[in-house]
C-alpha cells in the first residue's frame, strides 16, 4: 500500500518483459507499486517493440491470437508470481489481464474468455479485464459469482461506473469465496477532449476529468460493495500543460486505486502531493459540472464517445498485435 494509513494503492499501469525482471521488481520492493493493468495497447507496443518477445514467438504455432494470448499470458504468469507475497498479505497483489475487445457486445463470448484466460493463466491473483458494456456487465457479475477477479474498464460516467457496481454486487453475493473488483475510472481524457471549450467559455481546464472522476469515488463509496474498488485510470498527462503527477495529486482518497505510466509513477514519488483530497464537496462538483450547459457542452454524450472511443482503440490496437502474428 503507497498510503497504508487511508489504503490508497499505486498499480504500473505498464506490461513488458523485460520491465518484469527489473524495474518492476525494484518498484515493488521500494513498497511504491503493489499492483499492475495491462491493455491491448500495451500489450501492442511491447510485443511489437521489445525484442523479449523474439526467442518465444519464434517457436509458437497456431492463429495469430494464439501466439498473442501465449505471449501476454507468459507476461501476466510473471507478474502474479512477482506480485504473489502482495497478494497473500492482502496487499492487492494484482495483475489484470483484458479479454479480447472484440468481444465487447457479447456477453457470452466475454465470459467464456474470461473463464478461459483464468484457468490458463493459474494465478489466483489476476484480474480479467472487461469493458463497461451492456454486455460487460452481464459478464462482470457472471465472472465474478465464480469467484474470478474482475477489473471493470473504460469507464467514464457515472450510469456506467453504478452499473458496474450492481453486477458486481450480485456477483460476489454468491462468490465461492472472497472476489476482489475494482471500477477503473478514466480521467484525463475527458480533459484532453473538453479543456479548448472550458476555455473558450471561461471555465477552469483540466478539471472537469476530476470532478467526474471524485463524484463517481462518492457514488461508488455509498454503494458499499463487498471488497470493489474505485481506481483512477488514464492519469498521464500529455504534453506541458500540467505537472505530470497531475492526476495522481489530485485524486488521492481513502481506498481508492491509481494506475498510472511509469514516468507518472516517477514524477508522483519524486515531487507529488500525497495529502488526501477526496472526497470532494458534492456542491462543488456540481457547480463545476453546472457550467457544461454554458459550454455548449453535452457531458453524457461526450462520455459515451470517449467509451466508443476508447473501445476502438483498444480494438485497433488488437487487430495490429494480430496482423503482426499472422
Known sequence: MYIKSINFSLWADFIERDYLDGEFKELIAKKIINGATSNPAIFKNAILTSPAYK?????????????????????????????KPLYDNDDDGFVSIEVDPNLCDDAKATIAEGERLYATIGRENVMIKVPATPAGFEAMEALSAQGI???ATLIFSLSDAMSCAKAFAKGVERAPKRTYTVISVFVSRVDRLLDEKMKAAGLAPGKLGIYNAA???????????PFCRVLFASTGVKGDAYIPSYYVDQLIG????????????????????????????????????????????????VLNELKEDGLNQFKDAFSQILKELE
Open 55 to 83: 526467442e518465444q514467438l519464434a517457436g509458437l504455432s497456431g492463429s495469430a491470437k494464439e501466439k498473442y494470448e501465449a505471449l501476454a499470458i507468459t507476461d501476466i504468469q510473471k507478474a502474479a508470481d512477482i506480485l
Open 149 to 151: 477477479h474482475v477489473n
Open 254 to 301: 481513502t481506498g481508492c486505486i491509481n494506475t498510472a505510466p511509469i514516468e507518472t509513477i516517477e514524477a508522483f514519488v519524486s515531487h507529488g502531493d500525497i495529502s488526501e483530497k477526496l472526497p470532494l464537496n458534492e456542491e462543488e462538483i456540481n457547480t463545476h459540472l453546472s457550467g457544461l450547459e454554458q459550454a455548449g457542452i453535452d457531458f453524457d454524450k
Open 215 to 225: 463524484r463517481i469515488y462518492n457514488i461508488i463509496s455509498t454503494m458499499k460493495v
